[in-house]
DNA sequence: CCGTCATATGCGCCAAGGCGAATATATTTG
DNA sequence: CAAATATATTCGCCTTGGCGCATATGACGG
């Protein structure tokens, strides 16, 4: 994978029928941890070393779930160096692309999400507090249309 | 339970943030019988037995999924006589009902979807022509506000 | 009350999912 | 190339979920 690139695991879909896009959807959105980590990234490209930080969980545990989401296709990928970027893989369909965007409100509109983003926000104006994130790239704003999803 | 009452199994859950609520709703609705049962649903209330009838499954399988539905808060069950109606429990926040009434279009969009709702509306009409669907009650249009979550 | 019909539930089995701990991979730096 | 860093994957364990099958429950009719 080259750098920069954006890569989604569309491969894992054979059947493209829209039950299952559905059925897969509605699995990588059942767990509370990637209900989290969509949240961090509902408009920022975020790094992975922050969600390790903030959502205070084992990183194998934050990074299977990031690979759960990669492989219903929720998020896409990005490397800069040794660092990881994700985020929000919008979906192409306009009924999809309305559900996904509920479900970020929704979680917006929740106490927990709120502060795990304030959390966030906080980390990434005073990165040199954390001993984990020294050097760690900030967590960028989403450009529109840019990296949707591309099948590799 | 008595007859002609709604019931709704909220007592299910004992923690009650937006998280947890929404991790449930999700995992009720990542299963593609559950989407056909609610997509069948989705404007009426329906009979157990047309269930299975249209979608072919056994009895059981369906009644289990009924099950589930009715834990997750998804639907709610209403006993006539030896007959047992479900219909969509719609959620009462905001964003929750948004969320399902997307999944709603979705699915009303999606053609196995189109086929199973048509099967079901001709079932209805030569309901003579189906051996275990006959005397059963025929599946009323779902009169809005009525019916909404109340919890047991 | 007994049989029947509609529906629900229990049981055993197998597959999938989540977790902690250890380890592997990829990239940069010296 | 070796060491360090950031992230991903593997493994073993446990829990959950779905299914087929059998059986239980609840309501009605005779």
Redesign the pocket.
């Known amino acids: 994978?080259r750098?920069g690139e954006y890569i989604c695991y569309n491969w894992a879909v054979p059947d493209k029928s829209a039950i299952t896009e559905m059925e897969r959807l509605f699995?990588g959105l059942?767990?509370?941890?990637?209900l989290r980590l969509l949240n961090l990234m509902a408009d920022q490209e975020v790094?992975?070393?922050?969600f390790?930080e903030i959502l205070e969980?084992?990183?194998?545990?934050?990074?299977?779930?990031?690979?759960?989401l990669?492989r219903t296709g929720l998020v896409a990928?990005r490397?800069?160096?040794?660092?990881?970027?994700?985020r929000i893989s919008v979906p192409r369909g306009r009924l999809a692309r309305q559900l996904l965007m509920d479900t970020l409100r929704w979680l917006a509109a929740d106490k927990q999400m709120q502060r795990d983003r304030s959390r966030l926000t906080r980390a990434c104006c005073a990165q040199d507090k954390f001993v984990?994130?020294?050097?760690?790239p900030v967590p960028q704003p989403v450009r529109e249309g840019v990296g949707e999803r591309r099948s590799i």
Request: charged content about 20%.
């Open positions: 994978m750098q699995q059942a767990d509370r941890t990637r790094c992975v070393c922050y390790v969980l084992p990183q194998p545990t934050i990074s299977r779930h990031l690979g759960y990669r990928a490397r800069e160096g040794r660092w990881m970027h994700y984990n994130l020294q050097g760690a």
